[in-house]
């Protein structure tokens, strides 16, 4: 039930489809979505290779929990190496993709190659076909998933828009509209391959030796520890709700990092969204649903989620609920990473506020903000410059110390100076600056721990790294807030063997251990783990966090105390004593 | 004498649906943790607290006139 045991390998420049046996040993030691994708293309790659040429590989990888009943177990891990940061790139999508392709009897798919032409993958059941999505190159994303369900019927799509055929280091990959796997340029990698779409079908299901006891045991968690008061504001609010948060505490993103509040948070939380909100959505097995469909004016789209309200609205100093929206709803169709997207736009605000260069672009003007995803995604005009994000922009232009990134991947929707574990999560997240990797905002910021001391922090650091690379590879979503005690517990009952918290802990790390060796052989160093000036130098002016900076003597102090604990040297490099003791 | 309590998000379901109540103190000093418990809610489903906008812990004593914000647990990022 856990795994198909088959892994389908698509080559797209010799047109072939393939199946393969899963690795056993690789799925015990890495589970499965990103530890497992990570793997393949570990052992698969070769190091510096160019991540927009045919030598990377796209890896599409369920976990064993995929497809069953377990609740939040929707999701996808779509991995390459990062066009955006030459780094491993791991992004997880929901939805309904995953379990339909475990349903069509494949555990993973490894897309290699490239196509001479413009295709899309059909996957149905043990039918697998490359068409041509001549048709549909230059269209979005939402016409390609139209175009492709009225020519297949009932299939579930991943498919780019421009920005991935344009090749963007920013763009996604999206499925069902309003999903995406989000982060690093993913989407490019598509582009590279010619590769418009993958669409799957599958009509095997999976099958529990014994389905009352597992629905038993299921349904029991489900009522302890799904619909709780820790999970609630998934479904009632979203991630809208952490506007509020980070508004009070201070780490609201705000005109491009310069502020932590922003005047008009109200306008745009969660409160504002709700009021606009038409009906709720939900990925597979999932009791919470915290997709929302808003509607305003002449703006439908799912969402905003919180990073987009943060980096594309305070961020960008927009204040119109309406034209975030709009704003989300041509990132979706256009697949622009809009963590991304709004990080490079407030650059842009800055620099011709500051008179550094003149992007036309200035802190609340609506009217350019809404002609910059088409501008940029198409590469025209100004978008041209946007489209390559905020470090090439700074190397272009200068502005380097306020060029909020780390390894090229600009810097998501919490201010580090106000929570300074924040700093430590982005510095070493294996895709660079990563909110997703750890998010120890919400036992500092938002918790009972001190945001501004080093303290005990790169501990908490690699817990929670640790903690979501067990996560991210099982795959449940990130939004069920459950232990790992819980997750072991899970586990047991779907891989049918006792799986400890230890067992899970230690899969963690060696996932972590393993990205960062990825990255070590791709020439990543410590020099690589370092935040932007701005973080060390500005003092927040502000809320909460007035006065707030992290200084780099401390930030280098976190840094050093968390290579000690991880067993990695002072450079940052994996030691052979811990990749002894991780098997790897 | 009396505090403002604003609950967040799903909070307000402990406040019949509003975000805004007026509550009477049984009896002052007060801490937070009392307040919680007047109104039945879960610690575990608190992120965290603030009073007259300083974010306070669950000792925190009340006397009448403050302004309170509660805010909701939330997880994932």
Same mark, same amino acid.
């Given at each position: ?110 897309? /290699? ?15 697998? =076909? ?191 609920? =309406?034209?975030?929206? =709009? ?87 919490? /201010? ?27 036992? /500092? ?50 891989? /049918? ?88 | ?77």
């Amino acid at each position: 039930m856990a795994y198909t045991g088959k892994v389908l390998r698509v080559n797209l420049s010799t047109g072939k489809a393939e199946t393969e046996a899963l690795n056993d040993k690789w799925a015990k030691e890495y589970l499965g979505g990103k530890g497992l994708s990570i793997k393949y293309l570990y052992e698969e790659l070769e190091p510096g290779i160019d991540p927009l040429s045919e030598k990377n590989k796209l890896v599409l990888m369920t976990g064993p929990i995929t497809g069953t009943i377990v609740p939040n177990s929707g999701k996808l891990a779509v991995a390459a190496k990062s066009p955006a940061t030459g780094t491993i790139l791991d992004c997880s999508i929901g939805g309904h993709f995953a379990p339909q392709l475990k349903y069509a009897g494949y555990d993973a798919v490894i897309i /290699e190659g490239k196509s001479n032409i413009p295709v899309y993958l059909f996957i149905d059941d043990d039918r697998v =076909e490359l068409r041509s999505a001549a048709d549909m190159w230059g269209k979005g994303a939402h016409e390609t998933e139209h175009m492709i369900s009225d020519r297949l019927g009932e299939v579930v799509t991943m498919a780019i828009g421009q920005a991935g055929e344009n090749l963007l280091p920013m763009s996604c990959i999206s499925t069902e509209l309003y999903r995406q796997a989000g982060r690093g340029g993913i989407g490019a990698v598509m582009g590279s391959k010619n590769l418009k779409a993958v669409s799957v079908r599958g009509s095997k299901g999976l099958k529990a030796p014994d389905i009352r006891k597992l629905s038993a045991a299921l349904n029991k968690i489900k009522k302890e520890d799904t619909l709780t008061e820790d999970n609630m504001w998934a479904y009632s609010d979203g991630t809208p709700m952490i506007v509020d948060l980070s508004q009070q505490t201070g780490i609201l993103p705000t005109r491009n990092f310069q502020e932590g509040t922003f005047d008009e948070f109200e306008k745009v939380n969660s409160e504002a969204v709700k009021a606009v909100t038409k009906a709720k959505k939900a990925c597979f097995a999932c009791p919470l649903a915290c997709g929302k469909y808003v509607e305003t004016g002449t703006t439908r789209v799912e969402g905003p989620e919180y990073e987009t309200i943060a980096l594309c609205s305070s961020n960008c100093g927009i204040s119109d609920l =309406e034209a975030v929206l =709009e704003f989300n709803r041509l990132c979706d169709d256009y697949c622009l990473d809009t963590i991304s997207a709004g990080n490079t736009i407030a650059f842009a605000m800055e620099m011709t506020e500051k008179g550094i260069h003149d992007f036309g672009i200035r802190f609340g003007d609506v009217e350019k903000f809404l002609q910059m995803p088409e501008l940029m995604s198409n590469k025209e005009g100004v978008g041209a410059d946007l489209s390559q994000g905020v470090s090439y922009l700074a190397d272009k232009y200068g502005g380097k110390e306020f060029a909020m990134q780390v390894k090229k991947l600009e810097i998501p929707g919490y /201010e580090a100076r106000g929570s300074w574990s924040m700093g430590l999560a982005y510095g070493t997240a294996d895709r660079g600056a990563c909110h997703l990797r750890a998010w120890p905002a919400a036992v /500092e910021a938002f918790g009972d721990i001190d945001p501004f001391t080093i303290e005990g922090k790169a501990e908490l650091v690699i817990d929670m790294q640790n903690d979501n690379s067990v996560k991210f590879s099982a795959i449940f979503c990130d939004f069920w807030a459950l232990s790992t005690e819980r997750m072991a517990e899970i586990l047991s009952l779907i891989l /049918e063997r006792e799986v400890t918290a230890e067992e899970l802990t230690t899969i963690g790390d060696r996932v972590y251990c393993l990205a960062r060796l990825f990255n070590e052989r791709e020439g990543f160093t410590r020099k690589d783990d370092g935040l932007p000036e701005r973080i060390h130098k500005d003092e927040l002016t502000t809320g909460a966090t007035k006065g707030k900076l992290l200084p780099k003597d401390e930030y280098d102090k976190m840094l050093s105390e968390y290579y000690k604990i991880r067993g990695w040297d002072e450079d940052g490099k994996v030691t052979a004593d811990k990749k002894a003791a991780l098997n790897l | 004498m009396t505090v403002k309590l604003q609950l967040k998000g799903p909070l307000k379901k402990y406040a019949n649906n509003k975000d805004l109540v007026e509550v009477k103190l049984e009896a002052t000093p007060c801490t937070l943790a009392e307040l919680l418990q007047q109104f039945n809610i879960p610690a575990s489903a608190i992120s965290f607290i603030t009073v007259n906008e300083q974010k306070k812990g669950l000792d925190a004593a009340l006397n009448g006139g403050e302004a309170i914000v509660m805010y909701p647990r939330v997880a994932g990022g």
